[in-house]
T-cell receptor, first 115, second 116 residues
Framework: DAGVTQSPTHLIKTRGQQVTLRCSPK?????VSWYQQALGQGPQFIFQ???????QRGNFPDRFSGHQFPNYSSELNVNALLLGDSALYLC??????????????FGNGTRLTVT | GDSVTQMEGPVTLSEEAFLTINCTYT??????LFWYVQYPGEGLQLLLK?????DKGSNKGFEATYRKETTSFHLEKGSVQVSDSAVYFC???????????????FGTGTLLAVQP
């Protein structure tokens, strides 16, 4: 049973560039959430996708956007990269009908470095 | 807004020592509370959870009790091992009028280092 998989594992970009991160949820899960974890900090909620729509969003600018595909996989896009976007980006999946009881399952993350 | 505050680390203990990591929260409604653990180079793993006041979550010898009167969810273990060395995150999942939100608000994490 494959868990949450993210790609790539590491990425280096230059300020002003755009980046796309990818996530495949745990088998059977239909909801994908993205978190940003800066060095030495706890993860911060970016947004959540269910039924191919953004359902909830945290306090992140519009430069952060996402997409969910019919197979439930998801992409996180960040435009006009800033040095402060350097962080570990975590994807988490869950099953919508079990939100009350189902914990989030996290991937190992994508380490993004902006130079 | 909702928030989680946990004790700063690092916490350094000898093997078999008693562990407490303090966590307090601010939230409206009735959030669920969680402890997640992050081993080096890995993602977050759920350690334990509690969904209502006075519930005790437990797993792998770790325990935490949901205390609404003190808005706390302190993590404890009676005898730590070297393999417990990791970063521990306290988190809450807010509720709204629609019920569970299935998103997490994390504390800043506490690094635990256990020495042989």
């Amino acid at each position: 049973d494959a868990g949450v998989t993210q790609s790539p594992t590491h990425l280096i970009k230059t300020r002003g560039q755009q980046v796309t991160l990818r996530c495949s949820p745990k088998s059977g899960h239909d909801t994908v959430s993205w978190y940003q974890q800066a060095l030495g900090q706890g993860p911060q909620f970016i947004f959540q996708y269910y039924e191919e729509e953004e359902r909830q969003r945290g306090n992140f600018p519009d430069r952060f956007s996402g997409h969910q595909f019919p197979n439930y996989s998801s992409e996180l896009n960040v435009n006009a990269l800033l040095l402060g976007d350097s962080a570990l980006y975590l994807c988490a999946s869950s099953l919508a009908v079990e939100w009350d009881n189902s914990p989030l399952h996290f991937g190992n993350g994508t380490r993004l470095t902006v130079t | 807004g909702d928030s989680v505050t946990q004790m700063e680390g690092p916490v350094t203990l000898s093997e078999e020592a008693f562990l407490t990591i303090n966590c307090t929260y601010t939230a409206t409604g009735y959030p669920s509370l969680f402890w997640y653990v992050q081993y080096p180079g890995e993602g977050l793993q759920l350690l334990l959870k509690a969904t209502k006041a006075d519930d005790k979550g437990s797993n792998k010898g770790f325990e935490a009790t949901y205390r609404k009167e003190t808005t706390s969810f302190h993590l404890e273990k009676g005898s730590v091992q070297v393999s417990d060395s990791a970063v521990y995150f306290c988190a809450l999942s807010p509720t709204d009028y629609g019920g569970a939100t299935n998103k997490l608000i994390f504390g800043t994490g506490t690094l635990l280092a256990v020495q042989p």
